[in-house]
């Protein structure tokens, strides 16, 4: 159980344009999301906590009008890169806590999606 | 949330125990200390969590030492698949669990 599906995995975009990356929980409801990124041989880097039926929250330095994050419903969150540069090119991870009730569930991750601008 | 130190890297036989070290000395009373692994290009997977009792699931063990300030996880039979970064997290609370600070963890690689 606690599935969290990703997609796309991988996506190629040219500078400018913008790339929709979306994180859906398969068989869980999550209140909760959040999006990361990471550089190569470099650890994980949170964005921003996702709340369904609410704004996002970002971390100190990660622009809010360029990573567009959207949680209209309780399995699905998205992550719209706008006007990406070639500096955007990264691996974007969400993640996903379980339904309100346990304090303690732990984090379940997508599988990540590949993103490179030319 | 407590801050961990893990080994940068660790090697193991294939078929043997792995057995990963963690230290969070600054730990609370009631923080949890998560295990989770990435294999190259993948997402992290969640592998096991636990307060104060020694945990087991079909993935691997977790044993937290009587004063909580270190815990082993233990892979009890390593395979080839097993290579990967292998974080050890402690949180309180479900609101901050998404800014768990994940630092560089152990590189484990399985030889054949």
């Known amino acids: 159980g606690a599935v969290v599906s990703q997609h796309p995995s991988w996506v190629i975009c040219k500078s400018g344009t913008s790339v929709k990356i979306e994180c859906r929980s398969l068989d869980f409801q999550a209140t909760t999301m959040f999006w990361y990124r990471q550089f190569p041989k470099q650890s994980l880097m949170l964005m921003a906590t996702s709340n369904e039926g609410s704004k996002a929250t970002y971390e100190q330095g990660v622009e809010k009008d360029k990573f567009l994050i959207n949680h209209a419903s309780l399995t699905l969150s998205t992550l719209t890169v706008t006007s990406a540069h070639p500096e955007d090119s990264s691996f974007y991870i969400c993640s996903a806590l379980t339904g309100p009730v346990a304090y303690n569930s732990p984090l379940h991750f997508g599988n990540g999606t590949r993103l490179t601008v030319t | 949330d407590a801050k961990t130190t893990q080994p940068p890297s660790m090697d193991c036989a294939e078929g043997r125990a792995a057995n990963l070290p963690c230290n969070h000395s600054?730990?609370?009373?009631?923080?949890?200390v998560y295990w989770y692994r990435q294999i190259h290009s993948q997402g992290p997977q969640y592998i096991i969590h636990g307060l104060k009792n020694n945990e087991t699931n079909e993935m691997a063990s977790l044993i937290i030492t009587e004063d909580r300030k270190s815990s082993t996880l233990i892979l009890p039979h390593a395979t080839l698949r097993d290579t990967a970064v292998y974080y050890c997290?402690?949180?309180?609370?479900?609101?901050?669990?998404?800014?768990?600070?994940f630092g560089d963890g152990t590189t484990l690689t399985v030889k054949p």
């Open positions: 997290i402690v949180r309180v609370s479900r609101t901050n669990a998404g800014k768990s600070t």
């Open positions: 600054t730990i609370s009373g009631n923080e949890y």
